[in-house]
Nanobody, 129 residues
């Protein structure tokens, strides 16, 4: 049984940094793609970043490029999202999702998150002064 649990959400000031963690269990030999999505109140869920099992294949939404970094830990069942230079627009609930997929290179494949069958409960990130 696949289980996913996010942690690390917090209140942070604009310009600050935060690292989210995603613990994933239940995949054989850690072969899975893991993605971070976020959803702000009144807005649709959107992809932020994705990392494949080989770690060389990564995807970033335009809003994340240059500010966010997705990575896997030395212990391969943990996926991180390092977020720098946060803005008020980054305020959202962040979800980790996983599936036996290679991260697609175009945003349309992530729409709605249907590609990923396993989801965590989410962790709240609030950027405010």
């Amino acid at each position: 049984q696949v289980k996913i649990m996010e942690s690390g959400g917090n209140l942070v000031q604009p310009g600050g940094s935060l690292t989210l963690s995603c613990a994933v269990s239940g995949f054989v030999e850690h072969y899975y793609g893991a993605a971070w999505f976020r959803q702000a109140p009144g807005k649709e869920r959107e992809v932020v970043a994705c990392i494949s099992s080989d770690e060389d294949n990564r995807y970033y939404a335009d809003s994340a490029k240059g500010r966010f970094t997705v990575s896997r830990g030395i212990v391969k069942n943990v996926v991180y999202l390092q977020m720098n230079n946060l803005t008020i627009e980054d305020t959202a609930t962040y979800f980790c999702a996983a599936a036996k997929v290679v991260c697609p290179r175009t945003e349309n494949y992530y729409y709605g998150g249907a590609l990923f069958g396993h989801w965590g409960q989410g962790t709240q990130v609030t950027v405010s002064s």
